[in-house]
């Protein structure tokens, strides 16, 4: 009985120390495997990089680039509140574009053969020559057509024309190429080219304005001129069932409705020194010069 005693004894003695010996399950290799946490970061401080990163994937918090940036920050400020705001400054009145009144400009006088008078204003022929073309930045697509200018030459003599044509390049800003008769009034024609001051004005005149619709005019399209008005035409609109509506100016100094919208109604002109003049009753007769009883101040 001793003997077996020791026996088992030592056989259990023995299966302990080899149980002991092999080796445990690993970490992770399982489904239910802890993982350890990483380390926390102390606030405040950019977090370590991985040490083998895994390949970059499309992420929805990916940096906007700066523009979106900008615009996002532009965005996160406050609205100012109405007293901060500025107050909503009122139309201004129509302004005389790149002419003004009571200014002189420099520049040079040319000639050139004027014919029956008819330019790039496309206000027809006419008997009265004592005209002007307007150099192209000056004339500011249209703007300057019927405008009256005082020019004077430095041997004193000066000259009053009207401007009904455009000087295109290499005509100078401050340029006037002027029919031979009105030039013919300051040099002989012979010399060709003389510095010159002008100026805008306003003469006396007892006509009145005339209006025309171009010609192809329609209830559904048409095109507005407006003829001897003293002072440069600064607008033009049209009365619509929805009010007055501003016509977009061509370089060919025609006023367009591209929709027909107020063809053939009532007409509102304003000058650069914002008088305005309605004009009833213009009938759509395309090219027709309709005389009307207004004309612009004189100034």
């Known amino acids: 009985m001793l003997g077996t005693a020791v026996i088992l004894t030592t056989a259990g003695l023995l299966f302990y120390l080899v149980t002991a010996m092999l080796p445990g399950p690993k970490a992770g290799a399982g489904a239910g495997a802890d993982v350890a946490a990483p380390a926390a970061t102390p606030a405040g401080a950019a977090p370590s990089a991985p040490t083998s990163p895994a390949p970059p994937t499309a992420s929805s918090h990916a940096a ?62 006419s008997d009265d020559l004592m005209i002007a073309a307007m150099n192209t930045t000056d004339y500011e697509s249209s703007r300057a057509c019927g405008a009256y200018v005082r020019v004077r030459a430095a041997n004193g003599a000066s000259i009053t024309v009207r401007i009904t044509n455009e000087c295109p390049l290499p005509c100078a800003p401050g340029q006037l190429d002027l029919s031979e008769q009105a030039f013919a009034k ?45 002072n440069p ?60 009883r207004v004309q612009f101040a004189a100034h």
């Open 64 to 125: 906007a680039p700066p523009s979106a940036t900008a615009a996002a920050t532009t965005a996160a400020k406050p609205t100012p509140s109405a007293k901060e705001t500025p107050p909503a400054a009122s139309t201004p009145a129509p302004s005389a574009g790149r002419i003004r009144p009571e200014t002189i400009y420099k520049g040079v006088a040319t000639a050139y053969a004027a014919a029956d008078g008819n330019g790039a204003c496309l206000f027809g022929p």
């Open 186 to 230: 300051l040099a002989e024609l012979k010399v060709g080219r003389i510095p010159i001051t002008w100026s805008l004005v306003s003469p006396r005149t007892s006509d009145t304005l005339s209006l025309r619709y171009k010609t192809g005019s329609s209830a559904h399209w048409c095109g507005i001129q407006v003829i001897d008005h003293r």
């Open 233 to 292: 035409v600064a607008r033009l609109e049209v009365r619509t069932s929805k009010g007055w509506r501003k016509l977009p100016r061509t370089d060919y100094n025609y006023f367009l409705s591209a929709d027909g919208g107020g063809c053939g109604g009532a007409i509102r002109i304003t000058d650069i020194y914002g008088e305005q003049l309605t004009v009833d009753g213009t009938a759509l007769l395309p090219n027709v010069a309709q005389p009307t």
